[in-house]
């Protein structure tokens, strides 16, 4: 009997890392946020040269207020409207906004009013972008390889973070700050002909069957009510939001307290942050080489748990090497974690709601996370970074039992590609009743609780995609 392999139509697509459709997003992407950390410099020397260091913080903090604000509504308006386009636009905006204040700034010295007037319209442009940004991923490759993405696309803003501060710093040492911000605005352009240039995959049927409302408002709403009632995004949802609120000023403003309370000095702290960005970095790396994780679901809950307990410890050890080793692990218990929460969040969503699940997941980010910082610098100053850094592991802990505590979690898995493999007919055999063996759906977890339910005693142990 001859073998025949099977494949199924999608996942004829070449492997992310491999696909130039893919790739070319990607360093779009890349050039996107290269160009966003130079401008950062950009507007904070210039907020330096023009005032004091109250005024630099209002200059650097006035573009978080839009974000915050119209996050949830850019959402609405990234299902709505085709999400390459939103992006091409807003990087054209960013460009044409940036290159403009680099010419102003070329014949006259820098105001305050324009710093707070440029970080405000570029705030507003992102509340935009963000969503628009997450809603592109599963439009462009298929489900089985939306982890490598995930992947390659950490390491993206790792290379950012890396390059474009010496970026920046290069171009005012040469140019000043006019010069600086057209090295940003230059980044903007370089990304619109590989935006340009990526290609869409067309929406799943189930996500195309949205009812238009009509009203942004009731959109929102609509988005909301399915993110609340989805058996796998909303524990997701809300595990991300109280890891951010427990970690994140702990793991910056923190770690700064911690150190100087330690008496480390500034190589102390460039070991610890070094050692954190490196353990993300290999996270990252890991998703993009290997592409899929098995029990992802509990391998999530289980690198939070991990993270959470090295951050309430890393405050407990006397040496720095033992803090260096705790950050690394820290970094690569977070990265994995972050990175298969925005994997099963991507894969479970319904395509028509992927921009507004994205901006809420977005909001957890730029609106719950500072909120922290004042507070966990308050506290540390009341009582010390011992208590307080065990207090936030713990609440970060509480994310990975509501975590734990979901079922649909617990189950979730990584999309796989997969090759069916089926017997070519033989003339002697007679038909025989029963159920195929020839597979020929991805066994997608499905966008409401019927079809879910349905999958789950169809394929009780098939991989299922479930994600961000």
């Known amino acids: 009997m001859t073998s025949v392999e099977t494949v199924l139509p999608e996942n004829a697509a070449p492997s992310a890392h491999r696909d130039g459709n893919v790739l070319r997003w990607l360093a779009a992407y890349t050039a996107s946020l ?5 401008y950062f410099v950009a507007l904070g020397w210039s907020a330096q040269r023009a005032a004091g260091p109250t ?5 650097m903090a006035a573009g978080a207020l839009p974000r915050a604000l119209l996050m949830l509504f850019g959402g609405v308006v990234a299902d709505r409207f085709d999400p390459r386009r939103i992006v091409l636009g807003s990087d054209a905006l960013r460009c044409l906004l940036i290159l403009s204040v680099a010419a102003a700034l070329a014949v006259t010295a820098p105001a305050l009013w324009i710093l707070v007037s440029v ?6 442009v992102d509340s935009v972008f963000v969503p628009a940004v997450g809603a592109l991923p599963p439009r462009i490759t298929p489900a089985d390889q939306l982890a490598r993405v995930t992947g390659m696309r950490s390491l993206s803003m790792r290379l950012s973070q890396i390059a474009g501060p010496p970026i920046g710093g290069l171009a005012m040492g040469l140019g000043g ?12 352009a370089l990304s619109l002909p590989l935006l340009l240039s990526v290609r869409l995959r067309p929406l799943a049927p189930h996500g195309a069957d949205r009812a238009a409302s009509g009203s942004a408002g009731a959109d929102l709403l609509d988005g909301l009510r399915y993110i609340r009632r989805h058996r796998l995004i909303a524990p997701l949802v809300v595990t991300g939001a109280i890891v951010e609120l427990g ?3 702990t793991l910056n403003v ?3 307290l911690l150190n100087a309370e330690r008496g480390w000095g500034p190589s102390g702290y ?16 890991l998703l993009a080489v290997a592409g899929w994780l098995p029990r992802a679901g509990l391998l999530m809950v289980g690198t939070l748990l991990a993270g959470c307990t090295g951050a309430a410890a890393i405050a407990l050890v006397p040496a720095l090497w033992l803090a260096a080793v705790l950050a690394a692990a820290i970094g690569l218990s977070a990265g994995v974690f972050g990175s298969l929460n925005a994997t099963l969040i991507q894969t479970a969503a319904a395509p028509a709601y992927l921009g507004r699940v994205t901006s809420v997941v ?3 980010m730029v609106g719950l996370a500072p909120l922290s910082y004042p507070l966990v610098g308050a506290a540390i100053g009341a009582w010390g970074a011992a208590p307080v850094f065990v207090g936030c592991g713990a609440l970060g802990g509480v994310g990975a039992l509501i975590a734990l505590s979901s079922r649909a979690v617990r189950g979730a898995e990584l999309p796989r590609r997969r090759k069916a493999v089926e017997s070519a007919p033989d003339p002697d055999d007679e038909p025989k009743p029963g159920p195929s063996t020839h597979h020929t759906d991805e066994s997608t977890y499905a966008t409401d609780d019927s079809a879910y339910a349905a999958n789950r005693s169809a394929a009780p142990r098939s991989y299922r995609a479930q994600g961000r």
Not at 34 to 38: A, C, K, L, P, Y
Not at 119 to 124: K, M, Q, S, Y
Not at 272 to 284: H, N, R, W
């Open 34 to 38: 290269v160009g966003d950390s130079v």
């Open 55 to 59: 005024e630099v913080g209002l200059v």
């Open 119 to 124: 970080a405000l319209v570029f705030g507003a």
């Open 177 to 188: 700050v006019p010069a600086t911000f057209a090295v940003a605005g230059t980044l903007f």
């Open 247 to 249: 970690l994140t000023g």
């Open 254 to 256: 923190g770690m700064v």
């Open 270 to 285: 460039g070991w610890i942050v070094g050692c954190f960005g490196t353990g993300a970095a290999a996270s990252a790396t």
């Open 362 to 364: 977005m909001l957890t």
